[in-house]
């Protein structure tokens, strides 16, 4: 069955980066974008960005450019999202998730477990 | 940038229906997504394109898209379809690509 299974936990200082991978299995990865979106505690669901795996070809939102930077290694069907810069409001569980549908109103489908990243001196 | 809008909150009754509503400037124009979160959980997909159900997902599960507002319909509510639910959409005037609602809290009485 199609399954997005993300890397663990991660604490980190104000300041530092992170990288959270997202391996895919049961399908062609390089066929369907994936996603990024994270959710701080108690609140919403906030895109990040996404990354077409064949072409590596990347498109993020405004609010993350300059810190987010998602890649991907084809070879192994993994995903990553590396976040730099990190302040205490990045504290929060990151998701990875497959786009279905054309790319101008994909939905996705499905969702990794999630990432909890906790920034904190 | 385009904004969604959801009810922080709606409770109903076992076996009633529940109506979570996601409106947005011409959101008739656009396709509606649903999730459903659980606490703890990631969102699972229970609507896409407005009105389509994915495998798995009950009948009883139904969306549905018109003017400026959006419903995700929930019939015969159970206990367990106590969850946060989101509407997204995609914004291709603005970098905001994709947009999720605000959320809505279902309590299932």
């Known amino acids: 069955q199609v399954q997005l299974v993300q890397s663990g936990a991660e604490v980190k200082k104000p300041g530092a980066s992170v990288k959270v991978s997202c391996k895919a299995s049961?399908?062609?990865?390089?066929?369907?974008?994936m996603h990024w979106v994270r959710q701080a505690p108690g609140q919403g669901l906030e895109w990040m960005g996404w990354?077409?795996?064949?072409?590596?070809?990347?498109n993020y939102a405004q609010k993350f450019q300059g810190r987010v930077t998602m890649t991907r290694d084809t070879s192994i069907s993994t995903a990553y999202m590396e976040l730099s810069r990190l302040r205490s409001d990045d504290t929060a569980v990151y998701y990875c998730?497959?786009?279905?549908?054309?790319?101008?109103?994909?939905?996705?489908?499905?969702w990794g477990q999630g990432t909890l990243v906790t920034v904190s001196s | 940038s385009y904004v969604l809008t959801q009810p922080p909150s709606v409770s109903v009754a076992p076996g009633q229906t529940a109506r979570i509503t996601c409106g947005g400037n011409?959101?008739?124009?656009?396709?509606v997504h649903w999730y459903q979160q659980k606490p703890g959980q990631a969102p699972v997909l229970v609507v896409y394109?407005?009105?389509d159900r994915p495998s798995g997902i009950p009948e009883r599960f139904s969306g549905s898209n018109s003017g400026n507002t959006a419903t995700l319909t929930i019939s015969r509510v159970e206990a367990g379809d106590e969850a946060d639910y989101y509407c997204?959409?995609?914004?291709?005037?603005?970098?905001?690509?994709?947009?999720f609602g605000g959320g809505t809290k279902l309590t299932v009485l």
């Open positions: 998730a497959r786009a279905r549908g054309y790319s101008s109103s994909a939905w996705f489908d499905p």
């Open positions: 394109d407005d009105s």
């Open positions: 049961g399908y062609t990865f390089t066929g369907y974008y």
């Open positions: 011409n959101i008739g124009s656009k396709s």
């Open positions: 997204q959409v995609w914004d291709s005037s603005s970098d905001h690509h994709v947009v």
């Open positions: 990354i077409n795996p064949n072409s590596g070809g990347t």
